[in-house]
């Protein structure tokens, strides 16, 4: 379930435009009427206000926000104007051009924690913006099996989705992981790779998982965490917990790492939060109360200032009173 809270009576594109316009007059942008309009606008009207900016003043709205705003609060809004196939292609381009690994670790997760239909958009909307395979910068930035893994989801996205789960394939396949890894001394990642993402379906995966725990009497995430490591053993529990478990649950703890201990990791933060706003945050805030006894929106307002903070609070809902 969402947490974006727009107008009860629809606005009107052209009328926002302009108010956005005025905000951007004179010294200093108005920084607080831009969060009124756009954080509580869904993205279809996100695009339409964007369209009467451009039919109107003959400028680009994403440009023109690039040059008022700065800070952590330009990054997410920047990412909050985009469509969401949009963003995550920009996320994963991003992540990509980057030496940093922290965000090599932000590929991973835009990849493996979409649904195959995701990535298929996904791939169809990072061709359009940047004229390119998102394969291509894959292969040229990951490596190895967590290389072949990113490759493998983004194939098994363009095939479209599987078919329904098979009871009897899901339990071979979790005789294969387990042959692979804790039967024998060392790992055949190449099975992992098979079925984590070859698969193409969720739901395959989430009976693989059952069946290994009642084959083997423990969780395929103990196998994963014992038999894999660093960014390929990252990747496939990513795949792991939002399959077979929660996808709340993981996006809930992907928060908690970002704010966790002195500072504040903004770029995961960002992330998340602009991707999950419209999609089931008010699922990730109750599995972050349920998980660490504390409101997501109350970490958020102590780890944030400013107009940052408060276009934060706008999109994951208040739940104190905040702002």
Not at 80 to 92: F, G, Q, S
Not at 244 to 264: D, H, I, Q, S
């Amino acid at each position: 379930m969402a947490s974006l809270t727009v107008p009860p009576v629809p606005t009107c594109p052209r009328q926002d435009a302009i108010e956005l316009h005025r905000a951007f007059k004179g010294f200093g942008c108005d920084s607080t009427a831009v969060t009124n309009i756009l954080a509580h606008r869904d993205a279809a009207q996100r695009q339409l206000i964007a369209h009467e900016y451009r039919a109107i003043y003959n400028q680009d709205l994403l440009r023109r926000l690039a040059s008022e705003l700065g800070g952590h609060h330009k990054r997410a809004v920047l990412l909050w104007v985009l469509d969401p196939a949009a963003r995550d292609a920009t996320l994963l381009k991003q992540a990509l051009a980057s030496d940093v690994a922290t965000d090599l670790r932000a590929a991973t997760e835009v990849v493996c924690s979409r649904t195959p239909a995701q990535l298929r958009i996904l791939r169809q909307a990072y061709r359009a913006r940047f004229g390119c395979d998102a394969e291509r910068d894959v292969a040229h930035r990951a490596s190895g099996d967590h290389q072949r893994l990113l490759l493998a989801c983004l194939a098994a996205a363009a095939r479209g989705d599987a078919a329904a789960v098979d009871a009897a394939a899901a339990a071979l396949d979790a005789r294969d992981l387990y042959r692979a890894g804790e039967r024998r001394v060392g790992t055949d990642e190449r099975a992992f790779v098979r079925v984590f993402a070859e698969r193409g379906s969720w739901a395959h995966v989430a009976a693989v998982a059952r069946a290994y725990h009642g084959m083997y009497g423990r969780t395929l995430e103990r196998a994963v965490k014992s038999e894999t490591s660093g960014s390929f053993r990252l990747g496939l529990l990513t795949v792991l917990r939002c399959a077979a478990e929660c996808p709340a649950r993981y996006f809930a703890g992907a928060l908690r790492k970002a704010m966790k201990g002195v500072g504040t990791a903004d770029a995961a933060l960002v992330r998340v939060v602009v991707t999950r706003a419209e999609i089931d945050m008010q699922y990730i805030k109750a599995e972050y109360h349920r998980m660490y006894k504390r409101s997501l929106a109350d970490h958020i307002h102590s780890d944030t200032s400013g107009h940052y903070r408060t276009f934060l609070l706008s999109l994951v809902g208040r739940d104190r009173g905040y702002y």
